[in-house]
């Protein structure tokens, strides 16, 4: 069992910047690739990123690529979401996801078991 805990959402005005963090507890957090994922009222949970446990690698989805950055800490079991340039269409609850694994990428929230209570975003026009 992985506990995660979400923290560093708010309000910001368009053009800002958050960083989110998900801390875990509980198990070896350097076994588990980690993702973040957002959710905005009647849509669908969709990927914003996914890191390796080693976090060799990273997927990025296109909305977002040049302006979140996905990065861990194994030695502080904390993932964080660097976001800049935000926008109004990047608000949403905002997850973190983990899931058991070798060093691969899972970018569809149905492959992630352990998730966050999760963290509001919200982007002021």
């Known amino acids: 069992q992985v506990q995660l805990v979400e923290s560093g959402g708010g309000l910001v005005q368009t053009g800002g910047s958050l960083r989110l963090s998900c801390a875990a507890s509980?198990?070896?957090?350097?076994?588990?690739?980690m993702g973040w994922f957002r959710q905005a009222p009647g849509k669908e949970r969709d990927v914003v990123a996914a890191i390796s446990r080693s976090g060799g690698n990273t997927y990025y989805a296109n909305s977002v690529k040049g302006r979140f950055t996905i990065s861990r800490d194994n030695a502080k079991n904390t993932v964080y979401l660097q976001m800049n340039s935000l926008r109004p269409e990047d608000t949403a609850v905002y997850y973190c996801?983990?899931?058991?694994?070798?060093?691969?990428?899972?970018?569809?929230?149905?492959?992630?078991?352990?998730w966050g209570q999760g963290t509001q975003v919200t982007v002021s026009s």
């Open positions: 996801g983990a899931r058991p694994s070798t060093d691969y990428l899972y970018s569809s929230w149905r492959e992630y078991v352990y």
């Open positions: 509980g198990r070896t957090f350097s076994n588990y690739a």
